[in-house]
Each structure stands twice: as C-alpha cells, then as structure tokens.
C-alpha cells in the first residue's frame, strides 16, 4: 500500500523516538511523520520539548490536539497513555496502541490476577509494605526477586548479587521515596531456577496474533539475538500463555508489541509494548511495519512480511553525570541502525538529551541477516564504528547472548528460520 498520503503522529516520551523515525523509513513509510513528547511535568524545561527536534523526515510538534482530526493515525508504541487512548478511540480515532492492555504489565498484581482468573499458574509471590518489612524480608529471603509497579522510574526489577548490598539499596529508595517508603508496596517473587526459558515475542493486533513471531535470547540491558518463526512452531507452553490472554488482549483493542517471558510452567512477565531490546529488531524485522500500523489502527488485520531472517542488537549505555547532555558520534552510513532514546539533532550533531529521572541506557545498535552469525558480525561492525568517548556499547554482552542460544539449541528448541 502507498502510504505516501498519510500521516501518522506518534505521542511518546522519548524512549521509542524510534518508532517514529521507523514509521518515515522503508517501503511504503508515511509521508508525514509527527512526534510530540507529552512530558506531563509541572515546570517543564527546554529538555522535554528538545526531545526528537532536528531529525530529517519527522516533524516536531508542540501542540497534537491539534492534529488529531487530520492525521490518519495516532500512535503510542510505549506502555503510557491508556486511557487517552481509550476517549480517542471511543471518538473514533484510528489508534495504534496498548489501551488499557498497559496494565497487564505496569499493575503487576493486576496481570498475577488476571492470569490467574484465565487459569495461568502463578509463580509464589509476597507482598511487602514499606521499605523496613522489605528489608527484613530480604535478609530472611536474599535470593528473591522485588518488583514494583507502575513507578518504573524509582526502580528497575532487582536481586541482591551479594547479600551484604541489601542496606545500600534500601538507602537509596529511601532517599528517591522519602515518607512514601514507609507503606509503598514491593512485590517480592521466589526464583524460578530453570533452563527451560521461553517467550513469546512479536505482535498483536486486529484481534489476532500474525502467523510470524521471534524465538530470542536476551542479555538484559546489553544484548539481544532473534531468529523469525512461524507461530505455529513456537512451543506449546508459549501458545498456552497467548491462548489464555488472548480474550483480554481483544477485549481491549490491543494493537501493539507484545511479548511474555516464561519460565517452567510460569509466565513471570507480561511486556505491552515495544521492549528495548526486541522492538527495535522487530522494527528492523517488519519490512511493512507502516502498513501493519496503519491498518492494525483500523482493526483490520494484514501480516507482517519479514526483511531478513535474523537480528541482533548491542545496547549502548553512557557514564559520567547523567544529567549532562551528553554527544554521540554516529557516522552517517550508520545512523538509521544505531536507535537512540532522548535524541536531538542539531546539523550533523547528535546528542542525548538528559532527563530529570535519567538512566545510563541511551539506545541500541541493530542488524539484520540471513543468519545469525551475519547480523551478529554485522552489528559488531557497526558498535565498532561509533565513538566511545562518551558512550559504551556492550559488544560482549552479544557473547553471551551467542552462549544462551547454543544453550537454547542443546535444550532442544527450534532455532530455525522461517
């Protein structure tokens, strides 16, 4: 389909600037791409609005409402917004977007509930108030894993390496938390020790999951391998997970990334939206993802059409004060692989723009191949060429990923392309 007369608009806060430039690339992409980072914070500074200005083929834009009758899709590839999304499709916008789907991941004990409602086992859970009961509990139980949801900015998922850590972590939730901490509620999870680790990763959309998904192997916030599949060749226990969650994913319009991590007979994650890594391989992935938006937003169902057969990505993180702005170099012949979060552009320029909760994770390097080994070396060459004054991209973190996927293969799964 010509996409060259429509226009989409893409509302994000700055973690997925990426999908708005993907939407204006390829095959078939939009004409007119806009962006707008809804900030929602009181005394904004010149960071928020700074955020995707300076980039060729997408147009910065202060004011969406005013779009929102003349754009031909509204788009919110991260987990935020729901129910805006809701009143917009409720007046009839075409909308590409979690909805009220966002809550399976952001309210953890909602997505334990539901699951266990559809009939998911669920993992064995505590809850635990405030910071001083999860500190006794830690030191009681110091290989369990704590959770939060919704404020994703106080705190990643964690686990003590050492026992001995415990004290220096809870100092600094106190201090981010201050009187909150004393009756905020961590969901605290037993270990799941297995081998057996699985999930599915791709889409959902138009009430209907494509014929085509990912089989991968992730290193968190490092690396990511991903290999396209048929559906119907991915194992059973991930096709009983979407099975169950699949009346709910309908019910509420889902039309987005959408993956679960598994493992054993437990689904001990539920990601509605686009990951980082996997969403900006799928978006590497997808050779006719515009079109898939733009009619996933209709409900109206197409399948994806697969670019290449494999995908690999190395994260970049940064160092020094996160609060600084802080340069990239990316060579030009590699600037539509290399995905940034926060970015601005100024001329050849290209810098990170610091955010009032900053995190040391500043994008990702993506490639694409015909076999694993290609795409592999192929982001390894491009990590290569980006300057690393300022920044670190964890080429051996795509190591690891290699050995989890030999580790994948002796386990038996189905590592082959579709």
Known sequence: MDLSDKSILVLDRGIFFSFA????EGKNHFGTVYYHNPANIGNPSINEDSVGRGFENIVHVKQPDKLLKQVDVIAFPY?????????LRADGYPVWGSGVGCHMETDRLFGKKLMAEVGL?????????GLDRLKGFMEEHPDWIVKISHFRGLTETWKLIKPWMLNTKISELAYKMGPRGKDFEFIVEKPIETKAECGYSGLFYAGRFPSLALMDAEIKDAAYMAVVQPYDRLPDRIHEVNDRLF??????????SFATELRDEFCIDLTCRFGSPSGEAQMALWENLPEVVYWGARGKFIEPVPAAKYAAQIMIETFGDLKDWKPVYVPKEIQPFVRLYFPFK???EIYIVP???????????????ETWQEANALCRKRAKMLDATFIHPWVDGLAQAEKEWAEMEKRGMDLKPY
């Open 247 to 256: 009346p709910a994913l309908k019910t509420c319009k889902y039309a987005n």
């Open 355 to 369: 955010q009032w909760n900053p995190f040391s994770s500043i994008g990702t390097i993506v490639a694409t191949g």
């Open 21 to 24: 430039q993907r939407m204006a």
């Open 79 to 87: 987990c935020e917004d729901p129910t805006k999304q809701g009143e």
């Open 346 to 348: 100024d001329g050849d």
């Open 121 to 129: 086992p669920v993992s064995e859970f505590k809850v635990v108030k």
